[in-house]
């Protein structure tokens, strides 16, 4: 409901009358009032907003590795590229300290049980990175001793292309993750029911970005620098 | 033996002192020789004689003591084999003698029905793996080898993957699952037990500690594992155990074309980039008679040691953080982002640019590389200089390198270790001075050596060689020679396509060639280079056709790894790390 607010004129002898103007239309001042000094959302969606902020911009990353896609992912800690920005740095040489495990490399079946254990030793909440064409889909190794994707037997959070990706790919996988995190619903606490994690559902970048992709038409000729 | 003292002229091979030396040890009738290309001479030996010839030419004045590769054919889809000798398998050894500075294979022929031969980690102790990985990919076994079981393929597996008859492609196989059935399987299979490798237990006073570092540990380096038995902080023993990142680049090789085959070797020492180019595709060139033009040696030249530079790079920033340094890592990767300026601008790529081909380079270099090379090579000398002023004078590292993991050139070369491992001995081998190929005996540079073998030596023998490659870059960037960057020959890569609008033939011929790509001549070629981490080795066998049809990929780090127990034991676990460190593997180079 609208209210209109008429100012309360106190009349001085000798002072002007004051201009009669429009009166302005505010909101109900009790309701404004309210509103300044009582929350009136959920409790629980500030919880869950507050821990997915620390969470995402907090991620320590397993100093995991299998392949050339870890050079790059190694690249990035450093300094030119400086994984701090984004408050990944604190790299754990242990799975059970360690928020994100980014699968950087070829998934071979001999490797695979080894990845699998290694996974089972982080902690919930816990994420997966897969990096590269060979952990995404098997990649150029479409042979025996090669999984044809990590996908195959972990869940995978985000997916980054490329053999291997440059770091700046991996800073940008990382990102989506933190947005991805952002976006998370998981209980705050052992919950009777559902312990599952809702995550919202992103369209992939490929989609997204198609627009952009094909309104680059200035691209660099192979014989300039 | 000995009988035939007469004189050996005139029989095929005796141009070759080896093959003469052998007709005359052996007599002409059990050696055969087969004309092959690239500088190794080959002789067939029966089964029984295989152990005395090898035996003979490992004590030989002036010995073959390098076995330099072992491996096996699977000769039975072979149609183009006229004179050799009738064979389903072939077993092949490649030694290489420093004093003599030449090679020669042995082969041995065998049936399918009697896949078996001596073992020679009697002759050659680096035998041991080869021999391994021979029965894990095909199947034939050595008798008297002191522990034949699986080495890259894991214990639970099925089949030789390497025989024609085994298919090649994951998809052709189920889907890949992993219940917890499965998982518990193999990790069960993962187990290590010490009385399967001859270890005790313990003593009568205290138990050992089997300590199992890796598959991944952050300063293995990738996914290596080895068991190390230990008594308090003392290493007694260890057994490597590889094959956790084994990608199958050979059989991968067996349906590729050759051209298509190229990104592929990017990816054997992923830190050498087009360093493995340059193996392969100069084992090509040799099967198909190309001679490349100056151009092309001189960029390929200039490209292959930015490679050696990343990688020396990347191996002295992690084997500085190993010991405990953690800052030098950061300002080394700026260094190599440097590197990549140049290398990005010149080629497109980063790690794997696949940029050479048969026959030349993808393409000319861009307008304006000269001012990103100078720029580099005027960059790189000073951050050299503080690296070795800040971290290699540094007195934690010193002492914590300096005598550890010690060996002698003896050693080295009994177990096959090249590159810096084997010039930190002494041992004065570097196959661009030894036997230049590909140009590098127009460029000065010197071949550092170092005296004592230890794992402080091959560090700062390898921040020399980036001094060394930096000369030669700078030569490489005031006398690049003018001229096409392909030569002009019907079977390189992409095939020229000038010519293809005037006449219906040549059009149909570069249809072919890009589609399925050139067919090379039937034969054998085998390309050596001093790669970043040692030498690097292409066996080519061609049957006449758009594909090879046995690639063998000989690769330094491999027998590096083998090497480790002998040299461990009896250091400390810390040494362990510094020794790992100072190796410079990358595991793509050990399980390919």
Partial sequence: MDYKLTPIVVSDRGAPAPKKSAPAEHADPLSQQVHRSVFMGKVEDVLHKTVNWGRKNSLWPYNFGLSCCYVEMATSFTAPHDVARFGAEVIRASPRQADFMVIAGTCFIKMAPVI??????????????????????????????????????????????????????????????QDSIANERRPLSWVVGDQGIHKLEVPSQREQRREERMSATTLRAPNQV | ????????????????????????????????????????????????????????????????????????????????????????????????????????????????????????????????????????????????????????????????????????????????????????????????????????????????????????????????????????????????????????????????????????TDRIDYLGGVMNNLAYVMAVEQLAGIEVPDRVKTIRIMMSEFFRITSHLLFLGTYIQDVGGMSPIFFIFTDRMKAYDVIEAVTGGRMHPAWFRIGGVAHDLPQGWDKLVRDFVEWMPKRLDEYDKAALRNGILRSRTIGVAKYNSAQAIEWGVTGPGLRATGVNYDLRKARPYGGWENFEFEVPLAANGDAYDRAVLRLEEMRQSVKIIKQCLENMPAGPYKADHPLTTPPPKERTLAHIETLINHFVGVSWGPVMPAGEACQLIEATKGINSYYLTSDAATMSYRTRIRTPSFPHLQQIPSVIRGGLVADLIAYLASIDFVMADVDR
């Fill in chain 1, 116 to 177: 699998q254990r290694l996974y089972e030793q982080m902690l919930e909440p816990r994420w997966v990175i897969s990096m590269g064409a060979c952990a995404n889909s098997g990649g150029m190794y479409d042979i025996y001793s090669v999984v044809q994707g990590v996908d195959k037997f972990l869940p995978i959070d985000v997916y980054i292309p490329g053999c291997p990706p440059r770091p700046e790919a991996f800073l940008q996988g990382l990102m989506l993750l």
């Fill in chain 2, 1 to 264: 033996m000995g009988k035939s003292g007469a004189s050996t002229n005139g029989l095929p091979g005796s141009q070759h002192p080896v093959i003469a030396e052998l007709y005359q040890r052996f007599g002409a009738a059990r050696i055969q020789y087969q004309e092959t290309l690239g500088n190794v001479p080959t002789a067939w030996v029966s089964r029984q004689d295989a152990t005395a010839v090898l035996r003979y030419l490992r004590q030989a004045p002036k010995p073959y003591s390098m076995l330099l590769d072992l491996h096996a054919v699977d000769e039975r889809l072979r149609r183009h084999r006229d004179g050799l000798p009738g064979a389903d398998f072939t077993v092949f050894y490649h030694l290489l003698s420093i004093e003599r500075n030449n090679d020669v294979r042995i082969k041995v022929a065998l049936a399918a029905n009697d896949l078996h031969l001596p073992t020679a980690t009697g002759i050659w102790p680096n035998a041991n793996w080869y021999e391994r990985e021979v029965w894990d990919l095909y199947g034939i076994e050595f008798k008297g080898h002191p522990h034949l079981v699986r080495l890259l393929m894991p214990r639970t597996w099925e089949g030789h993957p390497l025989r024609k008859d085994y298919p090649a492609r994951a998809t052709e196989f189920d889907p890949f699952t992993l219940d917890n059935a499965k998982q518990d399987l193999e990790q069960e299979s993962l187990r290590f037990i010490p009385e399967e490798w001859g270890m005790s237990r313990g003593t009568a006073n205290a138990d050992y500690m089997f300590l199992n570092l890796g598959p991944n540990h952050p300063s293995a380096h990738g996914a290596f594992r080895i068991v190390l038995q230990l008594d308090g902080e003392e290493i007694l023993d260890c057994v490597p155990d590889i094959g956790y990142h084994h990608r199958g680049a050979e059989k991968m090789a067996e349906r590729q074309s050759w051209h298509s085959f190229i990104p592929y």
